[in-house]
């Protein structure tokens, strides 16, 4: 039989991933490798949810739940969203997603129809760019040239051009860490309303803001479709937990999709994630490291030649020009781990133009595995 290959599945890979699976192939060997180059934090999920968690496991009842999820979990999603934002959030406009991946398929699926426009910004998150190409969508790769975020007069330029359907930011945003400023988070998001475009917003990094307050889409327009996860702030990466807020009119059409594609997010962490809210205090000495570690970066990556490309207003990584070392930057993250025994994200992932330049670090570890990266890297550029 002749195996036949769709062309939908002809994406780029997530560089990120096969350097982490890289360096999982170097411990098996016994070497001791630091890895700075996946966002995940190093903390394992907060007490109140480990102690959430077994208490289902305990209870012997772990089955399906509503597509859009618990009602429990959709009702401190709101109060969080009025906590947090001083923003109203009904439940009902509230799903519950298997991680924030599944909330961007959703998003894609019930937005967009194949050959539609969506914009994002470049450098960004490469996973925005492979599904939306795998789905058929036509992705335009705004390019921010030195500039820290997308802005409006980006969206009109590239509107102007040929009409957008939609358009997808982070703020903060991966792999930059830049944090939009309020008044132009605004601007941005009425002058998609005016161009008739929709806007998806990741805000996965919440919470994760350094210097200002965090600003949600919601704020500015309610008819925006918002994306969230537990993942980050809250340490629950494994648990494949997050959410979306959409408009009233998007509910039930990402229902139908969700119950075929995913059925529900696993009970156990959305029973579990109830308690991330409640866990701020354990939550925030994390963040306390996480700003610790950024001041470190912020002082030695430009010292060793990695100049910082982008603000690190928020998020846990620092995006570098690595331009003065090398003009290939998968080589030379290929030759750091293989030599200095130190994982880093290649640009390529988050720039397909410019990405040969830069590089990410994720400085979500340990504070004392940052201190040991960066002394290895000197020792590795200066033999």
């Known amino acids: 039989m002749v195996l036949s290959v769709s062309k939908r599945s002809a994406v780029e890979p997530f560089h990120a991933m096969d350097v982490l699976a890289e360096a999982n192939r170097l411990r098996a060997r016994g070497i001791s490798v630091i890895s700075m180059a996946v966002g995940q934090p190093s903390d394992p999920a907060p007490k109140r949810v480990m102690e959430a968690a077994r208490a289902v496991i305990d209870s012997g009842s772990i089955g399906y739940t509503d597509a859009l999820g618990r009602m429990d979990l959709r009702e401190a999603i709101s109060r969080h969203y009025a906590d947090h934002y001083g923003v109203d959030v009904q439940p009902a406009r509230i799903v519950v997603t298997t ?147 959409v408009p009233e009119g998007l509910i039930r059409p990402i229902e139908r999709i969700a119950q075929s594609l995913y059925i529900s997010a696993p009970e156990i962490s959305q029973a579990a994630a109830v308690e991330a809210f409640n866990a701020t205090e354990e939550l925030e000495v994390v963040k306390a490291r996480y700003a610790w570690n950024r001041e470190l970066l912020m002082k030695r990556l430009p010292e060793l030649g990695f100049s910082l490309a982008a603000p690190m207003d928020g998020a846990f990584y620092a995006f570098c020009d690595v331009s003065r070392l090398t003009t290939d930057s998968m080589a030379f993250a290929k030759k750091m781990l293989a030599e200095a025994h130190v994982a880093a994200t290649p640009g390529r992932d988050f720039d397909t133009l410019q990405g040969h330049r830069t590089m990410r670090f994720s400085y979500a570890g340990s504070h004392q595995d940052m201190v040991e990266a960066l002394d290895r890297m000197e020792f590795w550029l200066n033999k």
Request: aromatic share 10%; net charge negative.
């Open 99 to 245: 991680g924030s991946s599944a909330a961007f398929n959703l998003a894609f699926l019930a937005l967009f129809d194949a050959g539609d426009r969506v914009a994002i910004a470049s450098p960004g998150y490469p996973a925005y760019r492979n599904i939306m190409g795998a789905l058929g969508l036509d992705v335009v790769e705004i390019e921010l040239e030195g500039e820290a975020y997308l802005h409006a007069a980006h969206l009109r330029a590239a509107h102007a051009e040929r009409p957008l359907k939609g358009v997808l930011f982070a703020s903060p945003a991966n792999p930059t860490g830049a944090v939009v400023p309020e008044s132009e988070l605004r601007e941005l998001i009425e002058e998609a309303r005016r161009l008739g475009i929709a806007v998806i917003s990741d805000e996965i990094y919440h919470r994760l803001a350094y210097d200002s307050p965090d600003h949600t889409a919601l704020a500015f327009d309610p008819d925006v479709t918002v994306i969230n996860s537990f993942s980050k702030y809250y340490c629950m990466t494994g648990w494949r937990i997050g959410w979306m807020v």
